[in-house]
């Protein structure tokens, strides 16, 4: 197949008739599947309404069967079809969050949206992204669409139009190239469908902020306890991670670079990746800096593109400095541990 890529300018004026997303809106009209950036990371969009398209989406990422997808809305109108009922929780939320990094978890009317979406549940993720072109195309295919990360399974998402083309190139329909996505990693997943809201995974907004709009919160078991099965089914994949195994590191620096040296003396090729703070403390075969550790969100919107370097590097292992679990800071460590499989070094 060959991919189409249209290039739009996410800093202006977009419109709902411009051809770029008025040709990629028809694509998807037709049951094709399109990416397109949002402010987290770039999604795979398809017709959420239809199981021939979203199967597409399944096909062409090489994602399990059992882990559903978030839908994505460009109007708050949309939810009346598909959501049975919305929780006043739920709604206080969207006012304050809406468009944004922050998926509510909503029980589901049956027989809306393809079964495949909800991967067979009662309850559908729902967010309205903070981006542009998103909202453009959204709105001019006039569809709720069904949206994963448009990234090959198991691989970091993309935050780049050039990181989908290279996962996915030839695998689908087309890609709306609107530059670099801003928050990088994706958004938070909440459960807003039983008594109390539980986070499903950490994300662009913080848990910190939905409990100043929203009272406390419950943090899945799954995501903090190695024996818990998570809620969310996406959360007990590997995710994120380069070619090459990584560890993340709880010492500091010079423990980093002890440990790059252990590994380099029996022959391997070491990757590390740092911050500007600490960047100049290693030596090693490819050191990636990635962000400032006195700025989280710049770590968050840069992990991604760090993680993806590493391929290209072709080092054998990859040491992470690690980083507080605090603000944004919990859903890098979350996606860094993804990666890492877990392996933490002491
Ligand atoms: P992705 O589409 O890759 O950004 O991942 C979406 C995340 O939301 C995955 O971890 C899914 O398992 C999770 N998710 C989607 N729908 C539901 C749902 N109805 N209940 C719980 N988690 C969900
Ligand atoms: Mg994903």
Redesign the pocket.
Known sequence: MKTRRWFVDSSAELSTTDPQITQAAELLRQNEVVAFPTETVYGLGANAENTEAVTKIYEAKGRPSD????VHISDIGQLDRFISHIPETAKKLMKLFWPGAL?L?LPCKPGVLSPRV?AG?E???VRMPDHPVALALISSAGLPIAA??ANLSGKPSPTKAEHVAHDLNGRIAGIVDGGATGIGV?ST?L?CAGKQPVL??PGGVTKEQIESAAGPVLVDKGLTEEDEVP?????KYTHYAPSAPLAVADGGARRIQELADEYKSRGKRIGILTTEENAESYQADFIKVCGRRADLETVASALYDALRSFDEAEVDMIISESFPDTGVGLAVMNRLMKAAGGTVIH
């Open positions: 882990n559903p997808l978030i998926t978890v909800t549940l309850t559908v993720a994963p990360s994706e997943v459960s499903l995974r809620i969310s089914p996406g959360m």
